[in-house]
């Protein structure tokens, strides 16, 4: 599998929930985006 770097500003937290969940690496990238999506739009209600 290769592996892809994306690069983004965003708050610590959002970064580490990215590491966290690219380590699973089972994912696509798009559900880790919209997991992401997700967490953030929940934490920042």
């Known amino acids: 599998m290769d592996q892809v770097k994306i690069s983004f500003y965003a708050p610590k937290s959002l970064r580490t929930d990215l590491n966290v969940i690219a380590a699973k690496n089972d994912t696509t990238v798009t559900a880790i985006l919209n997991e992401l999506c997700e967490n ?4 920042n209600k």
């Open 40 to 43: 953030y739009v929940n934490e």
